[in-house]
């Protein structure tokens, strides 16, 4: 629990102003696995890589980690509505989600890096930096236990005061 509540510090010291942007904030009405918002999986993913580099004492440029999980699903569209537009999500959201957060932050190589390629394999180009690796590997680590409802991805999420206060202001 001590763990999750460092990772918390870190995700607001480093996302605060991604979490209470309007677009972040509309994330909370799109779903994205199960019943895990956008909004919930991304936060989810920023404590997870968190988890991931202090585990396995990679160094890591924490803010670029933390922004870059947070934004890598930056789509900003519901991609359970039949639409034109959704089609394939799976192949091009990653490319949109970097549009998106190019859009609307400040980003360095490495977060763009992270939210362009976390789709590999399904996207062929690898990520470069440790920081993109860790972001690439948590997303799968999470899309699976929220698809499967498994109990390190509630535990993750039912603990974070995030996703706690979710009419509050964050
Ligand atoms: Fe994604
Ligand atoms: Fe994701």
Not at 103 to 117: P, S, V, Y
Request: aromatic share 8%.
């Amino acid at each position: 629990m001590k763990k999750l509540a460092a990772c918390e510090a870190m995700i607001l010291r480093y996302g605060a102003d991604i979490l209470e942007s309007s677009n972040m904030q509309m994330e909370k009405m799109f779903m994205q696995h199960g019943d895990v918002s956008v909004f919930e999986h991304s936060v989810i993913v920023a404590c997870v890589c968190l988890l991931i580099a202090g585990y396995l004492h990679i160094r890591v440029n924490h803010r670029a980690l933390v922004r870059g999980a947070l934004l890598h699903d930056y789509f900003l569209y519901d991609w359970h509505v039949p639409d034109k537009s959704h089609r394939l999500h799976g192949l091009f959201h990653a490319q949109k989600a970097c549009e998106n957060a190019s859009r609307d932050f400040e980003l360095g190589e490495i977060e763009k890096d992270a939210i362009r390629k976390h789709m590999f394999p399904m996207n062929l180009r690898p990520p470069k930096y440790r920081e993109s690796v860790i972001v690439c590997l948590a997303d799968k680590i999470c899309a699976t236990g929220e698809t499967l409802r498994m109990p390190y991805c509630r535990n993750v999420k039912e603990n974070l005061g995030i996703l706690r206060e979710k009419d509050e202001a964050l």
